[in-house]
């Protein structure tokens, strides 16, 4: 079964209260900051990715998505992906929710149509790919094997860090 995703903003509210009833159990991860200004978020991610040879990943979602909550708690328990995105992007998690849809922000890209979604910049800031992450679901879980290929397939060459992957 894929995952329902929504696609403006009464869906959005509609997801919103639907997940917000089972939103209080346990230590939930809440990796989207609505504070947060990502234009800034993305100039210092840029100026880190240049010094470390990496690309940018920008990360849409928000706390009232489960499925964006998933991610980040598979990327928390398996430390071989997590060291994999840390070497290969400097991630920037945008926040999209009632308190911030950042749509500004999210109009100098194309249109998201689910959450949690993939942006990947080089280090220059200039869009390379943009991931839906149902690639990365076999059944109803997150796949680290399809995730592992996904940085794979997006890590910079040592030598030219902006340079596009090869192959696959």
Known sequence: MKKRRPRGTAALGALVALVCIGAGRGEEPRPYDPSRDPARDLSAAMSEARRDQKRVLLEVGGNWCGWCRELERFVRRDPDVAEAIRCAFVVVRVNV????????????????????????????????????????????????????????????SPSRPDAKPTGG
């Open 97 to 156: 929710s009632p308190e911030n849809s950042n749509a500004r922000f999210l109009s100098a890209y194309p249109d998201v149509p689910g959450y949690p979604y993939f942006f990947v910049l080089d280090a220059k800031g200039s869009l390379l790919a943009e991931v839906d992450t149902d690639d990365f679901l076999r059944g109803e879980a997150y796949d680290r094997a399809k995730l592992l290929a996904f940085v794979r397939k997006w890590s910079p």
